[in-house]
Nanobody
Framework: QLQLVESGGGLVQPGGSLRLSCAAS????????IGWFRQAPGKEREGVSC????????NYADSVKGRFTISRDNAKNTVYLQMNSLKPEDTAVYYC?????????????????WGKGTLVTVSS
């Protein structure tokens, strides 16, 4: 059964850091483009970052550029999102998703498989 499981969320103070993990089971993640997305209360889901299957291409939302870093370890079937200098507006449920046929994480509706999300709360 194909599954994505996010972990690493939690409560952190502004300026702090978290590392999210997205672990895949039931398929070889190395063949997929992987994206991180987030959804804050009352807002639409938005793209945060995207990494190609090889890891050679990455992109970021303007709101997180310079603070977040996406990476992948295909041997471990896992993608990471290192989040530094966190702000209260980063508070959201963070999801990872996989796309088998595209090198892009856009549109969001085009992603093939989704995890259930992990909650990140940035608050003092």
């Amino acid at each position: 059964q194909l599954q994505l499981v996010e972990s690493g969320g939690g409560l952190v103070q502004p300026g702090g850091s978290l590392r999210l993990s997205c672990a895949a089971s039931g398929f070889t993640m190395g063949y997929y483009t992987i994206g991180w997305f987030r959804q804050a209360p009352g807002k639409e889901r938005e793209g945060v970052s995207c990494i190609s299957s090889s890891g050679g291409s990455t992109n970021y939302a303007d709101s997180v550029k310079g603070r977040f870093t996406i990476s992948r370890d295909n041997a471990k079937n896992t993608v990471y999102l290192q989040m530094n200098s966190l702000k209260p507006e980063d508070t959201a449920v963070y999801y990872c998703a996989a796309d088998e046929y595209s090198n892009s994480c856009h549109p969001i509706s085009g992603m093939d498989y989704w995890g259930k999300g992990t909650l990140v709360t940035v608050s003092s």
